[in-house]
């Protein structure tokens, strides 16, 4: 909790701070500036100073959260998470109920049924106490549910955490992609202002300053969608963190995840969905003992206190005389069947749980042997552009505006070599969202949920 309060604190502290520098500083430099310069200059002054604003603004209402707090915030809000509690509340619950008692038997018997007084009676309490096994079995069984719910929670968890990771990855690949967008739109800007002022001058013609204008406004459009996407999955994080207030990723550009990749059996040991699987062998090997227990003879202790008026050994005895007694029984299963077949019914039971672990184990090893090969393909290609393509795309770009300024090369070849420098760095970028997106995938399938 205390985690999750502090960015909530400093967010609050922020928000008061940039109030008051907005008052203080900004605004009135801002008017100093525009009353200095002319309105008539600057006519788009007062959407700028709105901007501001709303930038202040927007900003004192965001809570900024790293991965790690976007997690934790996760877990402590999510109804799936609560619901999982509630399931081991449940079963720790039920426990309770593991010794339970038949309902003791309470009879009165009034009348004539000793002698020809109409008026005796007898008072007789009955117990039925399953055999002592029984309860010894059903603890046994409870506290495993309680386990295997413990571990479904853990299961929830474990697949939560996996979509935190998943959209907060993708936000960090929008993020960068914003920013990858923007320095395009900046060197199509001067794209677009050379091949006007050519065009002006004579030295250019008019489809140049056309293309150059359409392929900046088509940068714009792509920055417009991917605003867009970065609203949704903002929205989306938000829900699963069960927040009501609006939330802004902290480590906004992605960088490489490192793995230690481990390619034993071992490594799917901690997986949540084998452990679920392995628990409910025990729970169905603890149920097929309750129902051998069940059919031990049941044990039945009886007290009596009755009344026999009359003439008994040549005295008489009225009803003020109690007499009394205790009474023992055995019940035993004389009719088997019913009991063996319940017996035969868990055993199968417990076989059907040992095959589905044996099924869950051979698809969740072939997911992570296919998640490791997915790893390795898409690091190979993330070094690729990592150590060569962007190094080139970089050489590429700088030539390449010297020689169309100079006049060396048309438009149509620099706008083509912007575009093969556009989409090496928006390969990079995807492949090192590939990469992370890998890394997520393993460490669900390990149980790292951190």
Same mark, same amino acid.
């Given at each position: 909790?205390a985690?999750?309060?502090?960015?909530l604190?400093?967010?609050?502290?922020?928000?008061?701070?940039?109030?008051?520098?907005?008052?203080?500083?900004?605004?009135?430099?801002?008017?100093?500036?525009?009353?200095?310069?002319?309105?008539?200059?600057?006519?788009?002054?007062?959407?700028?100073?709105?901007?501001l604003?709303?930038?202040?603004?927007?900003n004192?209402?965001?809570?900024?959260?790293?991965?790690?707090?976007?997690?934790?915030?996760?877990?402590?809000? !999510?109804?799936?998470?609560?619901?999982?509690?509630?399931?081991? !509340?449940?079963?720790?619950?039920?426990?309770?109920?593991?010794?339970?008692?038949?309902?003791?038997?309470?009879?009165?018997?009034?009348?004539?049924?000793?002698?020809?007084?109409?008026?005796?009676?007898?008072?007789?309490?009955?117990?039925?106490?399953?055999?002592?096994?029984?309860?010894?079995?059903?603890?046994?069984?409870?506290?495993?549910?309680?386990?295997?719910?413990?571990?479904?929670?853990?299961?929830?968890?474990?697949?939560?955490?996996?979509?935190?990771?998943?959209?907060?990855?993708?936000?960090?690949?929008?993020?960068?992609?914003?920013r990858?967008?923007?320095?395009?739109?900046?060197?199509?800007?001067?794209?677009?202002?050379?091949?006007?002022?050519?065009?002006?001058?004579?030295?250019?013609?008019?489809?140049?300053?056309?293309?150059?204008?359409?392929?900046?406004?088509?940068?714009?459009?792509?920055?417009?969608?991917?605003?867009?996407?970065?609203?949704?999955?903002?929205?989306?994080?938000?829900?699963?963190?069960?927040?009501?207030?609006?939330?802004?990723?902290?480590?906004?550009?992605?960088?490489?995840?490192?793995?230690?990749?481990?390619?034993?059996?071992?490594?799917?040991?901690?997986?949540?969905?084998?452990?679920?699987?392995?628990?409910?062998?025990?729970?169905?090997?603890?149920?097929?003992?309750?129902?051998?227990?069940?059919?031990?003879?049941?044990?039945?202790?009886?007290?009596?206190?009755?009344?026999?008026?009359?003439?008994h050994? !040549?005295?008489?005895?009225?009803?003020?005389?109690?007499?009394?007694?205790?009474?023992?029984?055995?019940?035993?299963?004389?009719?088997?069947?019913?009991?063996?077949?319940?017996?035969?019914?868990?055993?199968?039971?417990?076989?059907?749980?040992?095959?589905?672990?044996?099924?869950?184990?051979?698809?969740?090893?072939?997911?992570?042997?296919?998640?490791?090969?997915?790893y390795q393909? !898409?690091?190979?290609?993330?070094?690729?552009?990592?150590?060569?393509?962007?190094?080139?795309?970089?050489?590429?770009?700088?030539?390449?505006?010297?020689?169309?300024?100079?006049?060396?090369?048309?438009?149509?070849?620099?706008?083509?070599?912007?575009?093969?420098?556009?989409?090496?760095?928006?390969n990079?970028?995807?492949?090192?969202?590939?990469?992370?997106?890998?890394?997520?995938?393993i460490?669900?399938?390990?149980?790292?949920?951190?």
């Amino acid at each position: 909790g205390a985690e999750v309060q502090r960015p909530l604190a400093t967010v609050v502290i922020g928000g008061l701070l940039s109030a008051t520098l907005l008052t203080l500083l900004v605004l009135p430099v801002l008017y100093i500036w525009i009353e200095k310069i002319g309105r008539s200059k600057i006519k788009f002054a007062p959407a700028v100073v709105l901007l501001l604003i709303m930038s202040f603004t927007a900003n004192a209402q965001t809570t900024k959260l790293s991965l790690e707090q976007a997690v934790n915030t996760a877990i402590q809000n !999510n109804l799936q998470i609560k619901g999982a509690q509630l399931g081991v !509340n449940l079963q720790q619950q039920l426990k309770r109920s593991t010794f339970e008692m038949p309902k003791t038997d309470v009879s009165l018997l009034y009348g004539q049924f000793n002698s020809l007084v109409k008026n005796d009676n007898n008072i007789t309490i009955s117990q039925t106490i399953p055999f002592p096994t029984v309860f010894s079995a059903n603890a046994a069984m409870a506290d495993e549910k309680i386990k295997a719910s413990q571990i479904q929670l853990n299961v929830t968890k474990n697949g939560l955490v996996f979509r935190v990771k998943t959209i907060y990855t993708n936000l960090q690949y929008l993020y960068s992609k914003e920013r990858l967008l923007i320095e395009q739109d900046s060197i199509n800007t001067g794209f677009v202002k050379s091949a006007t002022l050519k065009y002006k001058t004579g030295e250019g013609n008019l489809l140049e300053k056309v293309t150059a204008e359409t392929q900046l406004k088509e940068i714009q459009s792509l920055l417009a969608q991917n605003q867009s996407d970065i609203e949704i999955y903002n929205s989306e994080l938000q829900t699963l963190l069960g927040v009501t207030k609006g939330i802004e990723i902290a480590d906004k550009y992605i960088k490489e995840n490192l793995l230690i990749l481990l390619t034993d059996t071992n490594a799917l040991n901690e997986n949540p969905n084998l452990e679920y699987l392995r628990q409910q062998v025990n729970v169905t090997a603890k149920q097929q003992r309750v129902e051998l227990a069940k059919a031990l003879p049941d044990i039945t202790l009886g007290y009596f206190n009755q009344s026999l008026t009359g003439i008994h050994n !040549n005295v008489f005895y009225g009803r003020n005389k109690r007499f009394q007694g205790f009474q023992v029984g055995v019940a035993l299963p004389i009719f088997y069947r019913s009991y063996s077949a319940k017996g035969k019914a868990a055993l199968i039971g417990k076989e059907i749980a040992e095959n589905d672990l044996y099924l869950q184990q051979q698809s969740i090893g072939g997911q992570y042997q296919q998640a490791i090969k997915e790893y390795q393909k !898409n690091n190979a290609r993330y070094a690729y552009f990592h150590s060569s393509a962007m190094t080139n795309a970089i050489l590429i770009l700088k030539n390449s505006g010297i020689a169309y300024r100079n006049g060396e090369i048309g438009y149509s070849e620099y706008l083509m070599n912007l575009k093969q420098v556009n989409t090496i760095k928006e390969n990079h970028l995807m492949a090192l969202l590939q990469v992370n997106q890998s890394v997520n995938q393993i460490e669900f399938l390990i149980g790292n949920s951190k």
